[in-house]
């Protein structure tokens, strides 16, 4: 069992994120009301599935009339990103159980993610910590969607405005990486790269591709950088 | 929406998300993993923070419907920025984007 200092300190990581899912999980809600779903299918869908994006995507689709398998590829290919997150915990999960750390792999989301990379790099915190933060923040998404299919359309919540604690997580987030010159790098070419896919039509991977060249650029980066001399801030 | 195409949706795309999510931890947990693999892990944060704001901010011809649409959600996110820096909190800068977002809209 986790000690109570533990919940506490994961429940006050998660705080931010919970709150933004209430924010964009009411009006996902709704948009599911609309296509006809109940309560019960968006809980099962927060629970078994629990995607933001993926969760917005599908009652769109539907009503743009795409067809299952359709909407099963685009959603799939969108939340291919989720496998960068899986990986780069790996090696935080080394002293973990494997049925902890699957566990905790298997409810990570952008959000959550992002609140564990501040945590695990600011150095005490821990997989357990880290798999409530992802607990707290799906029950604040599970329950705003069901409370958003029971109100319906009853409130109107501005869908561009509460998406944007999301974007301002992101960008706190960002902003407080470390300031090597290969993060920036990583940075840059990640943006490029979204921009890039973006143009070209491709919106639905645009992520998981910006991010993997952002990588890939900044390796390049350091490997020129090593070969050249300059050894001083490598890492 | 069907019940049955509510589970056929649900199944199939919890079966790939599940797989994305689980199968790089099962494969790389409890591996000495080389040098150059632990920098590239080392930053994906960076890029993919920098690559969801970009999702969030940039899209193709965002200024064809006029200049504001499109430039309220950047200077709002300056303004999340300077927040950030100065607070390094996610509630402050969540909760100054959206005032700072709803504000904008309202003027």
């Excluded at chain 1, 931010?16 to 009301?33: E, H, Q, S, T």
Aim: positive net charge; aromatic residues 10%.
């Amino acid at each position: 069992m986790p000690s109570r200092a533990h919940v506490a300190q994961a429940f006050r990581a998660a705080v931010p994120v919970m709150l933004g899912y209430v924010a964009i999980g009411i009006p996902c809600g709704i948009l599911c009301d609309s296509i006809g779903l109940n309560a019960l299918q968006a809980l099962l869908m927060s629970c078994v599935f629990y995607s933001g994006a993926g969760q917005f995507m599908i009652p769109n689709m539907y009503l743009a009339g795409a067809p299952a398998a359709s909407i099963i590829a685009s959603v799939s290919f969108v939340n291919a990103r989720q496998m960068l997150y899986s990986a780069y915990f790996a090696p935080y999960a080394a002293t973990a159980s494997k049925r902890l750390a699957l566990f905790f792999a298997a409810t990570v989301t952008d959000e959550s993610y992002g609140v564990s990379v501040a945590k695990f790099e600011e150095g005490d915190w821990s997989i357990d910590r880290a798999l409530m933060v992802n607990l707290f923040s799906q029950s604040s998404w599970a329950i705003s969607n069901a409370v958003g299919v029971l109100v319906g359309s009853a409130i109107g919540i501005p869908l561009d405005i509460a998406a944007f604690a999301m974007t301002s997580i992101f960008i706190c987030l960002l902003v407080t990486q470390k300031l090597t010159s290969a993060n920036i790098v990583a940075a840059v070419a990640a943006m490029l790269g979204v921009l890039l896919c973006k143009a070209v039509g491709l919106s639905g991977p645009a992520i998981l591709i910006g991010a993997v060249s952002g990588v890939a650029v900044a390796m390049a980066y350091e490997a020129m950088r090593a070969r050249w001399g300059g050894k001083h801030e490598l890492g | 929406m069907s019940w049955a195409e509510f589970w056929v949706i649900l199944i199939g795309c919890s079966i790939t998300i599940l797989a994305c999510r689980v199968l790089p931890m099962l494969l790389l947990k409890g591996r000495e993993l080389p040098a150059w693999a632990s920098r590239a892990l080392g930053l994906i944060p960076a890029a993919a923070f920098a690559a969801l704001v970009a999702n969030d901010l940039f899209a193709p011809g965002m200024f064809e419907a006029g200049f504001w649409p499109a430039a309220i959600p950047l200077l709002v996110a300056c303004i999340v920025v300077l927040v950030a820096l100065r607070t390094r909190s996610l509630l402050w800068s969540a909760v100054t984007g959206v005032a700072a977002y709803a504000l904008l809209l309202l003027i």
